[in-house]
Nanobody, 125 residues
Framework: QLQLTESGGGLVQAGGSLTLFCKGSDRAFTRNGIGWFRQAPGKDREYVSSINTSGGIMDYADFAKGRFTIGRINRDNVVSLALRDLKPEDTATYFC??????????????????WGQGTQVTVSS
């Protein structure tokens, strides 16, 4: 079964940038819509962004528009999420997820069947 591995998280000062990566374990990754979600301690999981199979259609949560950029390189089985102008409230564990049965994007976590383990982003003030 397809597995996802996130990387790229870390500690950054407010205003800084990070790029997160979601790597798929096999070519099935290219047939999946991919989403990014985040969860801060004590808070519900929150939608961040998603992308369809071709990479031509992208969607963002309102807080991510203008600051975060999602992209995918299917030949490498990778979806990236570039974060810039980071704020302390962006501190969270960031998860990528695959639809499993669809190449379409979605902002609903229940539409995703396969999840990675997450990567921690910490933004200091």
């Amino acid at each position: 079964q397809l597995q996802l591995t996130e990387s790229g998280g870390g500690l950054v000062q407010a205003g800084g940038s990070l790029t997160l990566f979601c790597k798929g374990s096999d070519r099935a990754f290219t047939r999946n819509g991919i989403g990014w979600f985040r969860q801060a301690p004590g808070k519900d999981r929150e939608y961040v962004s998603s992308i369809n199979t071709s990479g031509g259609i992208m969607d963002y949560a309102d807080f991510a528009k203008g600051r975060f950029t999602i992209g995918r390189i299917n030949r490498d089985n990778v979806v990236s999420l570039a974060l810039r102008d980071l704020k302390p409230e962006d501190t969270a564990t960031y998860f990528c997820a695959a639809r499993g049965d669809s190449g379409w994007y979605s902002k609903h976590s229940n539409d995703y069947e396969i999840w990675g383990q997450g990567t921690q982003v910490t933004v200091s003030s």
